[in-house]
């Protein structure tokens, strides 16, 4: 049982290297309590009640401040999406046009359906900006011409 115990505290403790959940290291300290206690020689439910105890008390009493000391200093993270195509440039497909008849832009060598961003429509083969980006549709402007910025 000592085996088991340390085998799939091994097991979490890998898979907390690839995770920021920061939940399966608790898990995994009570599992080695745990062997600790099946090595002295308790019974099942010593061992069962110590991994419960260990597990839950380092999930409500260490959990919140290890996180807090890990984030210190860290600021916002920012995670890569779809709002960093916004004021990147595109090429429209196809005509875009408003909601009811939207087209198609390409960008970054990726079809995108497209609507404009003021309904009027652009025609294809036209330089577009990504004004937003709502669900899988870019809501695009024409692009700026150098006579029309300030």
């Not at 087209?103 to 970054?108: C, I, Q, S, V």
């Amino acid at each position: 049982m000592v085996a088991l115990y340390i085998l799939v505290a091994v097991v979490l403790l890998g898979i907390e290297a690839f995770t920021l959940a920061f939940f399966a290291v608790f898990v995994a300290v009570g599992l080695l309590a745990a062997a600790l206690v099946a090595a002295v020689g308790l019974p099942a439910w010593a061992q069962l009640v110590t991994l419960s105890a260990v597990s839950v008390a380092g999930l409500v009493v260490a959990r919140p401040p290890l996180t807090r000391a890990m984030l210190r200093g860290r600021g916002v993270m920012h995670l890569p999406g779809v709002q960093d195509l916004v004021g990147q440039t595109a090429l429209t497909v196809d005509e875009v046009g408003d909601e009811h008849h939207p087209g198609h832009a390409l960008l970054a060598g990726e079809r995108w359906l497209a609507i404009a961003e003021n309904g009027l429509p652009l025609p294809p083969q036209s330089a577009v900006t990504v004004a937003a980006v709502r669900g899988t549709t870019l809501v695009v402007r024409p692009l700026a011409a150098l006579g029309d910025l300030p």
